[in-house]
T-cell receptor, first 111, second 113 residues
Framework: GNSVTQMEGPVTLSEEAFLTINCTYT??????LFWYVQYPGEGLQLLLKATKADDKGSNKGFEATYRKETTSFHLEKGSVQVSDSAVYFCALNHGNNRLAFGKGNQVVVIP | GAGVSQSPSNKVTEKGKDVELRCDPISGHTALYWYRQRLGQGLEFLIY????????KSGLPSDRFSAERTGESVSTLTIQRTQQEDSAVYLC???????????FGEGSRLTVL
């Protein structure tokens, strides 16, 4: 079935460091791919998305490229801030907005 | 407020009791979703409403779980005869289209003792 796998464990890094969170997927067809973010005390919200192969989603300095050949959608940001501390979820759309989510990665940015 | 509202935010109950969780979606959003997040796990799809009907109930884990939606607005998720494995954060989301952009509430944390 369709599924998403995120790298294990929390990510701790210093302010202005480069962030990468890996996401790979298994799917039939070509689903849309998403990154959702959950800031402390808030609900999940859409960060960025890509709907077809080679599309790049971007928002708030974050980017992710839909790579069909490697079935990946890694999230990157060149220079993180303390305010980027949150939990990040990769997801794919089965259809009818039924999203399959990864387990999430806690990101902690230290000043 | 303008966002998805869920209540209660926290619920502690004893094994065997019934619980009801409520979701108020964003006004005008025709689609409503329930997900569950158990500790250390990803989000698990439970059920999806389009209007007041539920075309996809495939994620409900057992017949102890049911959900309804009325007036194309409020939805209630009911868990009967709760078990300890039902302990989780129950998330509700709504959307206005089919683009995959869901708007989530903050969740209802259920603890079954």
């Amino acid at each position: 079935g369709n599924s998403v796998t995120q790298m294990e464990g929390p990510v701790t890094l210093s302010e202005e460091a480069f962030l990468t969170i890996n996401c790979t997927y298994t799917a039939t067809g070509y689903p849309s791919l998403f990154w959702y973010v959950q800031y402390p005390g808030e609900g999940l919200q859409l960060l960025l998305k890509a709907t077809k192969a080679d599309d790049k989603g971007s928002n708030k300095g974050f980017e992710a490229t839909y790579r069909k050949e490697t079935t990946s959608f890694h999230l990157e940001k060149g220079s993180v801030q303390v305010s980027d501390s949150a939990v990040y979820f990769c997801a794919l759309n089965h259809g009818n907005n039924r999203l399959a989510f990864g387990k999430g990665n806690q990101v902690v940015v230290i000043p | 407020g303008a966002g998805v509202s869920q209540s209660p935010s926290n619920k502690v109950t004893e094994k065997g009791k019934d619980v009801e969780l409520r979701c108020d979606p964003i006004s005008g959003h025709t689609a409503l979703y329930w997900y569950r997040q158990r500790l250390g796990q990803g989000l698990e799809f439970l059920i999806y409403f389009q209007g007041n009907s539920a075309p996809d109930k495939s994620g409900l884990p057992s017949d102890r779980f049911s959900a309804e939606r009325t007036g194309e607005s409020v939805s209630t998720l009911t868990i009967q005869r709760t078990q300890q494995e039902d302990s989780a954060v129950y998330l509700c989301a709504s959307s206005r289209d089919n683009t995959g952009e869901l708007f989530f509430g903050e969740g209802s944390r259920l603890t079954v003792l």
